[in-house]
Each structure stands twice: as structure tokens, then as C-alpha cells.
């Protein structure tokens, strides 16, 4: 069983590995992000739109994150469970997604050049997976046939239910919205090998676009092309939807929002908001909206849709079960009725086609993360705003109230990216080398190795395995020693602490302590995630604390740290600004005592410097003393990295010391280190 297990997540993480393979060379981005991790934002905004966030694929481009003003990295998310419909379904999936990362840049499209009508967002949704598609067909024929066997599954899967047998015409989707069946030949033209399936009226509205959505079909960046010409292509496809194809669907969208009309009408009708006849009363005891005339042999075909269903099941019946006199008899009686329920059935109308587009837009194209909101979207954002503020205030305050809150987040959001603090902005620049750090030192701080079970002749806890097995031996003659009782074993978690003094005398200026301060923010972030013990602390005269072991890695302590490489300058708004001096010895002993005191089962102090000492109120003889009485107390491993060339002298006052590291060369240096020490402490023991 344990091979069996053991092939399946060898075989899982080769399928990995070949789709983030393809993912990259589609994308023309070897360093593309790809992972099956999925953020919480992320997730409960799949959950939010009726997708299972477990089976979504998706490319998520860079971009700035709302909640916190940073920019996000651009990444391919592929699921778990990759290979659900099989390996080459997966092998195209991946490379669509690579394909949107080679080519699609709906974030640089401007929210205010998007029309804001329902339907513009399925339809430019739809056509974009026509020239996604054409790219990896382009560009890698073999993975364009694996993109192909995939959309062949999901147009499959997308056909009306037949119920017929297979010489009877397949079934009209007549209960589709004429905009949906456009959308849906725009992304699957090629496969809709029979066309009786859609509206005639459809067919010809797209034959007359056929020249159009072919040309946005082949509009697709070169292999190379920079990031310029990239969405130049964009912009040029979305002229062509919003200047060409868009003015044409208008009479279609006309029909289906009348359609919707009268299915708003139909559902008012059965739930007795509106009432036929001029009888008094409602059978639900609440006063009619209005009521319409109806003749009565109409009137009795409609009261027997519902077939005596539950008034919340007639709500479900849909518009074309009606006849077509039936139809014609509503169309009339939408003339007739008041103009505020007019409206109101309008604005149902409007809902109806908003959540028609919506489902079409996140079963089609919805998990393309960083798209602008569809209309659907921004109606439930402004509602839910409307219905917060609603209880402060009357409606045009409300309207008022929500204006102002959005141009507060504007204008905070702007000062957050324009005024960024220095921290963050070095952490910008590690980030890449802080997750490395963060995966090399979880397994070794956090071991997940699972618990060994050893047999042992005595204990609280059987085997049964072992003991049948022992008992058979038994049986038959053969003596085993007895070892049928279980022992587990499991892995200890290592207990380590932290000190990193660093030497910020004038010497350390430019270079060195830029890259210092880039090795300093990345291994605070670290050890912040790993829960590892630390403080770090400069010297000149004397320590200079900037973070405690008894502190939290939070804001307070990040602005202190972002002040360290002033210290070299003596310009530490607040700071101590001694640069000319550095007690080396004085402050290694105040240092190593800090660190003694603290309770943890290995203690490591790390010393970066680049230069002798030169103190004010001690010498070189100093260092020397105070190394011996480190090393004599055997209570601390004590380790000194020499920062820049010519420093070999660091290993004449330090036993355990790493001399010419260049600048440029620590934030990798001192890293590996800290895995080495992880790994092998006794190692580094004095």
C-alpha cells in the first residue's frame, strides 16, 4: 500500500511539474509563478460566484492588492486535483492558462472605457478565448490539440439535455438568452458541429460578425513580444468588440431584455403581486402591485402553468412553457400597466439579464482573476453599500455618504503606494528571496515527517499486526523474541534563538549596508513566520536595540529597523548616530549576555562587520577578551561574518568566522548559513 501511495504522489508530482512546464514555456515567462495554494480573498471570491475554488484554474496577473496597497505577484494557479478529467484535458487547461498570462491584460483596460450596458462583459469575456486559444494553437501546435480535446469536453458537457433518441433533432436552447448562445458559439465555433441547437435568428447575427471575431481570433502578440506590444494587441481586440461587434448585438439584447420583461410580469403574476380580473382580495392576503385584463380562456391556460405547484416552484416556470398567444396577450398587458411597476418589473428584467451574464462570465471566463466587475458585480457592491448606510441616513445621503468613502480610499490608497515606508520598500526587493528562505527552513524548524512506529517487547500499546504474527510463529514451533508493543517516535522541533549584532560604523556605508538592511528585513520576515526566537541589535559606542526577544515583529519595530542604515550616516531621526566608533568587545559581551539569559536549547550570536575595531572606550585587546570569555562559558555559539574584501582580520579575533563576503553576494550568503546552523548546530559550538 505504501508503494501504491508512493507511485500515486510521484506520478501527482510529475503531472505537476509538466504543467507548470507548460504553464512557463506557453507564457514565455520561465520565472512564472504556478502553485495550487489559493489566498482566502481568492477563495471566498470563488465561493461568492458558485465555483468550487478546489477545481479552479486561473492566471492572476500583477496587480495592486486593495486591502493592503502592495503590488501582488503574477501567478497561474492550477488545482489539486489536476488531472480530474484526465491528462491531456490538463495538459490544455495549463496552457490556456499560460496563453492568458502570453497575452491577456484586461487590468490595463480602463473601467472607464468599458461600456457599462449589460452583456458588454460576456461577450468580451467569450471573444478573448478565441485568440488565448489561437495562441497555443499558433505557437505549440501539440499542446493546442490537448487545448482542443479539452474545450470538446466542455462544450460536450454544455449541450441542452437531449431526452430524445438519436434520430430525433437535437433540442433548441430556446431556453437560453439569445446573448448567451452568441457567447457561447464565440467560444466554441469550432467544436458546434451541429447549429440546430441555436436560434436561427443567432445564426445569422453571427455569420454576419464571422469576419470580425476571426480577426479577433488571430490578433495575437509575436513569440517575443514585449510588454508594450502585448497590450497594444489588447487594446486593438477590444476596439474591435466595443466599435464593431458590440453596436450589432443591441437588437438582441432589446429581445432578451423584453423576454425578461415578460418573465418578470409571469412570476408577478403567479406569486399575486399583480392580479388578472377586477376581483377584490389576493390570495396571499397582501394588496396587489396592479391588475391586468386577461381573456378568460387565457387567463385559465396561465393559472394551469403552475400545475398546482407551490407558489415558490411556479416562480421557476419559465416564459416559453406560455403559448404563443399566451405571449402576445402579456406583450399587451405590459402596456397597460402603471408606470412605478413598469419600473419595477424593469428593474427585475435588468437583474435577470445581469445574473444571465454573470453565470455565463464565471463559468466561461470568471476565473480569470484581476477582470474589471461585470455589471451584476457592481449592482450587489452598491447594494450592499445601500443597505449598510441605509440606516443612517436618507437615500441621497446614502448616495452622498458611499461618493465620499470611495474617493477617502482612493486618496488613502494613493498616499499608501506614494509614501510607502522604507521597510516595505526593501521588502519589495527580498520578497522573491524571503519565500526561498521561508520553504528551505519550515521543513527544518517545523519538521511534517510523521511519526515512526518501532516495536519494543514491552509497552501500554499492541500491534496487532505483530502480535498475530508473532503468535502464528508461536504456533508452529518457532521461538521469536517478543516484540509486539509500539513505541512512537516523533520528530522534535528544534528550539533555536537569534542574535544578529551588526556593526554600523561609518566604514559600512553604501553597498554594504544596503545589502545588510535587504539580509536583515528578509530574515525578520522569516523567523516573524516561523516563530523563531531573535532580536537584532546594532553597535557603535555601544548596542543599539532595534528589535527584543520579548517584541513582536510589528510596525512599531519595522520602522525601527528601516532606520538602521541611516545609523552609518549618523542621520537616525531618534537614533543614537555615533558612526564614528565601534566597541567591538564591550558591546559582543552586552550581546552574548541578552542572548545567555535566554531559555532556548541553541543560542547563536551573528556578527556582521567589515572592519577593526576603533572604539571609543575600548581596543582590539578588548574583542580578543571578550571572544575567550564567550568561548569559555560554552553557553553561546558565536559566529562573525566580515563584509567586504580585505577582511580576513575577522577571523584573527573570531574562531568560527565567514571573511570576504561581498556586499552584493550576503543577502544569499547569510541565508545558507542559517540552514547550515538549523541542520548542524554542534557544528558551530565553540
Known amino acids: 500500500m505504501d508503494i501504491e501511495r508512493r507511485k500515486l504522489a510521484e506520478d501527482f508530482e510529475a503531472m505537476r511539474s509538466t504543467l507548470t512546464t507548460i504553464v512557463r514555456t506557453v507564457a514565455e515567462k520561465p520565472g512564472l509563478e504556478v502553485t495550487s495554494e489559493i489566498d482566502q480573498f481568492s477563495r471566498l471570491d470563488l465561493l461568492r460566484r458558485g465555483q468550487d475554488p478546489d477545481e479552479a484554474w486561473y492566471f492572476s496577473p500583477a496587480q495592486i492588492d486593495p486591502r493592503t496597497g502592495k503590488q501582488t505577484k503574477a501567478h497561474v494557479r492550477i488545482p489539486e486535483n489536476i488531472a480530474e478529467d484526465g491528462e491531456i484535458p490538463a495538459m490544455g487547461k495549463a496552457a490556456h492558462e499560460g496563453a492568458h498570462a502570453a497575452s491577456t491584460r484586461f487590468e490595463k483596460i480602463s473601467e472607464a472605457e468599458l461600456p457599462k450596458e449589460v452583456g458588454f462583459q460576456a461577450v468580451l469575456h467569450a471573444l478573448e478565448e478565441r485568440p488565448t486559444d489561437q495562441l497555443v494553437r499558433f505557437r505549440h501546435p501539440d499542446y493546442g490539440e490537448c487545448l482542443d480535446t479539452a474545450r470538446i469536453g466542455s462544450y460536450l458537457e454544455g449541450m441542452p439535455d437531449t431526452g430524445k433518441s438519436d434520430d430525433e433533432d437535437p433540442p433548441k436552447r430556446s431556453g437560453i438568452s439569445k446573448l448567451s448562445q452568441l457567447c457561447n458559439l464565440f467560444v466554441y465555433d469550432r467544436f458546434a458541429d451541429d447549429r440546430k441547437t441555436y436560434d436561427e435568428e443567432v445564426l445569422k447575427l453571427y455569420e454576419e460578425l464571422r469576419s470580425s471575431v476571426e480577426f479577433i481570433e488571430n490578433c495575437i502578440p509575436e513569440r517575443g513580444s514585449t510588454e508594450e506590444e502585448i497590450q497594444k494587441k489588447q487594446g486593438i481586440r477590444f476596439h474591435v468588440i466595443k466599435h464593431k461587434i458590440w453596436p450589432k448585438l443591441q437588437e438582441v439584447l432589446k429581445?432578451?431584455?423584453?423576454?425578461?420583461?415578460?418573465?418578470?410580469?409571469?412570476?408577478?403574476?403567479?406569486?399575486?403581486?399583480?392580479?388578472?380580473?377586477?376581483?377584490?382580495?389576493?390570495?396571499h392576503g397582501a394588496k396587489p402591485l396592479c391588475r391586468i385584463q386577461l381573456p378568460p380562456e387565457l387567463a385559465e391556460q396561465l393559472s394551469k402553468l403552475s400545475g398546482g405547484a407551490a407558489t415558490t416552484d411556479a416562480l421557476d416556470i419559465p416564459?416559453?412553457?406560455?403559448?404563443?398567444?399566451?405571449?402576445?396577450?402579456?406583450?399587451?398587458?405590459?402596456?397597460?400597466?402603471?408606470?412605478?411597476?413598469?419600473?419595477?418589473?424593469e428593474d427585475k428584467a435588468q437583474k435577470a439579464m445581469e445574473k444571465i451574464e454573470q453565470i455565463f462570465v464565471d463559468e466561461h471566463a470568471g476565473k480569470l482573476v484581476g477582470r474589471p466587475p461585470t455589471p451584476h458585480e457592481r449592482r450587489q457592491a452598491i447594494e450592499e453599500n445601500l443597505k449598510r448606510a441605509r440606516q443612517e441616513a436618507e437615500e441621497q445621503k446614502i448616495h452622498d455618504q458611499i461618493a465620499a468613502e470611495?474617493?477617502?480610499?482612493?486618496?488613502?490608497?494613493?498616499?499608501?503606494?506614494?509614501?510607502?515606508t522604507k521597510y516595505d520598500q526593501i521588502y519589495d526587493q527580498v520578497r522573491e528571496l524571503e519565500q526561498a528562505m521561508y520553504r528551505e527552513l519550515e521543513e527544518i524548524f517545523h519538521p511534517k515527517t510523521k511519526a515512526k512506529v518501532r516495536l519494543k517487547a514491552s509497552g501500554a500499546r499492541v500491534n496487532l499486526g505483530a502480535y498475530?504474527?508473532?503468535?502464528?510463529?508461536?504456533?508452529?514451533?518457532?521461538?521469536?523474541?517478543?516484540?509486539?508493543?509500539?513505541?512512537?517516535?516523533?520528530?522534535q522541533k528544534r528550539n533555536f534563538a537569534f542574535t544578529l549584532l551588526v556593526d554600523l560604523s561609518g566604514s559600512m556605508r553604501g553597498e554594504k549596508i544596503a545589502q545588510t538592511m535587504n539580509a536583515i528585513v528578509a530574515i525578520s520576515e522569516v523567523f516573524n513566520r516561523l516563530g523563531i526566537h531573535f532580536e537584532i541589535l546594532g553597535f557603535q559606542d555601544q548596542v543599539i536595540v532595534f528589535k527584543k526577544f520579548s517584541e513582536t515583529l510589528n510596525e512599531t519595530v519595522r520602522k525601527k529597523i528601516s532606520g538602521m542604515d541611516d545609523e552609518v550616516f549618523g542621520k537616525n531621526s531618534g537614533g543614537h548616530n555615533k558612526p564614528s566608533y565601534n566597541d567591538d568587545g564591550p558591546c559582543l559581551l552586552e550581546a552574548a549576555k541578552g542572548l545567555t539569559s535566554q531559555s532556548c536549547q541553541d543560542k547563536f550570536l551573528i556578527v556582521l562587520s567589515d572592519g577593526q575595531p576603533a572604539g571609543r572606550r575600548s581596543t582590539s585587546a578588548d574583542l580578543e577578551t571578550a571572544v575567550k570569555s564567550i568561548r569559555d562559558q560554552r553557553r553561546v555559539h558565536l559566529i562573525a561574518l566580515g563584509l567586504g574584501e580585505d577582511t580576513e582580520h575577522v577571523a584573527d579575533y573570531y574562531p568560527v568566522s565567514l571573511p570576504n563576503i561581498k556586499a552584493q553576494e550576503l543577502p544569499d550568503v547569510l541565508p545558507e548559513l542559517l540552514e547550515d546552523i538549523m541542520l548542524h548546530p554542534k557544528k558551530y559550538l565553540l
Not at 405590459?334 to 411597476?341: A, G, M, R
Request: hydrophobic residues 40%; charged residues 30%.
Open 406 to 420: 470611495q474617493e477617502k480610499i482612493r486618496r488613502e490608497q494613493a498616499a499608501l503606494l506614494e509614501n510607502r
Open 319 to 345: 416564459i416559453i412553457k406560455a403559448s404563443p398567444e399566451l405571449i402576445e396577450a402579456l406583450k399587451k398587458a405590459l402596456d397597460s400597466i402603471p408606470e412605478d411597476v413598469r419600473k419595477q418589473l
Open 468 to 491: 498475530i504474527k508473532w503468535e502464528t510463529q508461536r504456533m508452529v514451533g518457532k521461538i521469536k523474541p517478543i516484540k509486539f508493543f509500539e513505541s512512537m517516535e516523533r520528530p
Open 255 to 283: 429581445e432578451d431584455l423584453s423576454l425578461q420583461m415578460l418573465q418578470a410580469l409571469l412570476q408577478s403574476i403567479l406569486s399575486g403581486q399583480i392580479q388578472i380580473g377586477s376581483s377584490a382580495g389576493s390570495p
